[in-house]
């Protein structure tokens, strides 16, 4: 289980590919470049770096261990040769730097190639280091470790348009930090009530405005959405706007409220819509009106009926993630039985896919599937009760330029591609 | 009935769940505890409102129900809740911002919940015993259960006598993990009322699922 897949991020080229696992591993794919001797390798991802970023914890104080598991990885835009990105668990996040070395420096005067130190007496001569190629290593350090800033248990991290500064949020705070401080954080929200006895929300994600560096949103168990600029005041416990739905009243039932709980919340690349996603469905919200989402999508209105079942097995309790192709005209979020969902917000369309390696031939194109709510069951279609709730996919990420999307199944990642690219 | 049957099973159910989440790897888990006690609480109000129906019009309420709202609501959320003294005593100052803290220094809930040992071994025997925070701090088990004998050893109430098994349903050594753990919350708890739960003493006029539901939910308010 440690292989588990528990988060995937590409950069802002694209051309890198991050997943964070159970087991607190990253492992980074790159993008090949076109290639004259293989034509069809373009586009692929392989394996570029592998690193063991968080181990597991103790915490003496309080008797818990600490998960290694990475909840979300960030990348930081690319600012020279080295990449960089924020790896966090419940507790800690740490920012690594991804490098790459292909030379090696030979003929140094005080050492031998095999590095011992020469006896001095025989430098008879003084030369200029040579640098040779060498193959190709990727190495990742860890250049910052912040940490001991959180209570409960950290949900998001977003990295600010300015570059400089970042955020961290746990079920009750919200931290701000600066990149280069790894001592110090300031909190900017604080919802932890005075007496816990009335805590009756927790944060549930949060993330920086895409170009507005003073603006942050964050989620909570309530459904609501809350945006706060940090320009009006130092600790941003009130709200700039609060995004809510009310809610119908014809749909309410025993489970309402907890299927009600936005497990993501994401701007679109424009900064003009933010989606967020409950456990039934994704919502688009324009963020001029905190009335009402203006698009819903159902994701898989046939389980609710499921509710109680879904509750019995724990997967009501599931964090499924969202996200936004690169020029906004679609959102991505994943299901059970391996499906997951895209809705084309232009054409209204939406489209249910499944990865798994039966139905995902390399080159081969994915056969939408459908689910069978209810009434006679037609050919190809999958009955609500055959489906697979172990099958989950909870996390999905697009290319923030093409169409090449990519698809964590627990312990399985799928990369798909547009036959147009 | 079927709703009060299916209510308290998923009230059972929600118990379960939170009892082994504290077993979890990376300790309790805040919103999934506030999100199972909302599922208590719902449930709870169904089989409330559904035995109300059921009842006949001149019955009054058992009066069991009048310690529980003043119980259930102020502790409801300690079930979500890391640690906090239940009772009058004013809370610890909390430890300062994470700006203000000395490098690694931690934030804990444990400071705020674990005055001097002596001050706490009395608080132990309070709804904040070892079931709910022995994800927040570390296990008194022996202790608690060290007083538990001490102070319930004679009184083994009659109350808290094994509940039918339609009410134990599919947990009965839960069911009694939970009277013996608890049993001295009922007895002692600085907090709860004066007098022992009216439910407790009317035994011919309350049926054994009550109790068995009280005790279910001052277990649940102790997570």
Request: net charge neutral; charged share 30%.
């Amino acid at each position: 289980t440690a292989d588990i897949i528990s988060t995937v991020e590409f950069n802002y080229s694209g051309d890198l590919l991050a997943t964070g696992d159970k087991g607190g591993r990253v492992v980074i794919f790159q993008r090949e470049q076109e290639n004259k001797i293989r034509p069809h390798s373009r586009g692929e991802y392989n394996v570029y770096s592998t690193f063991q970023s968080h181990e597991p914890e103790f915490d003496y104080l309080k008797s818990l261990e600490i998960e290694e598991k990475i909840n979300k990885i960030r990348w930081l835009p690319q600012q020279n040769a080295a990449h960089f990105l924020l790896s966090t668990n419940d507790k800690t996040i740490k920012l690594w730097k991804i490098s790459e070395r292909d030379k090696r420096a030979e003929g140094y005067n005080l050492k031998d190639e095999d590095g011992r130190l020469r006896d001095p007496f025989r430098i008879t001569a003084l030369r200029v280091p040579i640098l040779k190629p060498m193959d190709l290593m990727v190495e990742a350090s860890p250049r910052r470790i912040f940490a001991n800033a959180h209570t409960y248990h950290i949900n998001s991290i977003s990295v600010n348009s300015d570059h400089e500064t970042y955020l961290s949020a746990d079920d009750l705070r919200i931290n701000l930090w600066h990149l280069e401080i790894t001592d110090r954080s300031f909190n900017i929200v604080d919802i932890k009530p005075a007496n816990m006895e009335e805590l009756t929300e927790v944060i549930t994600a949060a993330e920086f405005h895409p170009h507005q560096c003073n603006v942050l949103v964050y989620s909570s168990s309530k459904g609501t959405i809350r945006l706060c600029d940090m320009r009006s005041s130092a600790l941003c416990d009130r709200h700039s706007k609060f995004f809510e739905e009310p809610e119908d009243p014809s749909s309410r039932s025993f489970f309402s409220e907890i299927i009600s709980s936005i497990s993501d919340v994401k701007f679109s690349h424009s900064g003009r819509y933010m989606m967020t996603r409950d456990y039934l469905s994704v919502k688009v919200w324009d963020l001029n009106m905190e009335s009402r989402p203006v698009e819903t999508h159902q994701v898989h209105e046939y389980l609710r009926s499921k509710l109680c079942s879904l509750y019995e097995n724990d997967c009501i309790f599931d964090k499924f993630e969202c996200c936004w192709n690169g020029s906004d005209s679609a959102v991505m979020t994943g299901s059970y039985n391996n499906f997951f969902r895209m809705f084309d917000r232009s054409t209204r369309r939406d489209v249910t896919l499944e990865a798994s390696r039966e139905s995902s031939k390399p080159r081969a194109s994915l056969k939408p599937r459908k689910v069978c709510a209810g009434g006679k069951r037609k050919k190809d279609e999958i009955s609500v009760d055959s489906l697979d709730f172990n099958k989950k996919i909870l996390h999905t990420a697009w290319h923030p330029v093409d169409n090449v999307i990519a698809v964590a199944a627990t312990n399985n990642l799928y990369i798909f591609q547009d036959k147009a690219n | 009935m079927e709703v009060q049957k299916e209510a308290q099973r998923i009230m059972t159910l929600s118990v379960w769940k939170m009892y082994h989440s504290r077993m979890q790897r990376g300790g309790l888990r805040l919103h999934r505890s506030l999100q199972l006690s909302l599922v208590m609480r719902s449930a709870r109000e169904l089989y409330l409102s559904a035995k109300v129906e059921a009842q006949e019009p001149e019955v009054p309420l058992p009066p069991s129900e009048s310690p529980d709202p003043r119980l259930h609501p102020r502790r409801e959320a300690e079930t979500a809740a890391e640690a906090a003294p239940p009772d009058g005593e004013q809370p610890s100052p909390e430890p300062m911002d994470t700006q203000e803290e000395a490098p690694g220094a931690e934030e804990t809930p444990g400071r705020v919940a674990r005055p001097p040992a002596k001050v706490s071994r009395k608080r132990r025997s309070s709804s904040l015993s070892d079931g709910g925070d022995a994800g927040l701090v570390p296990s008194k088990k022996a202790r608690l259960e060290e007083e538990e004998e001490k102070e319930a050893s004679s009184e083994v109430p009659d109350r808290l006598q094994p509940p039918p098994t339609q009410a134990e349903g599919a947990f009965p050594n839960l069911a009694r993990v939970l009277q013996r753990r608890f049993s001295g919350l009922l007895n002692c708890s600085p907090a709860a009322p004066p007098t022992p739960p009216p439910a407790c003493e009317a035994v011919p006029a309350c049926r054994p699922a009550d109790s068995m539901l009280n005790v279910l939910v001052r277990a649940v308010v102790a997570f």
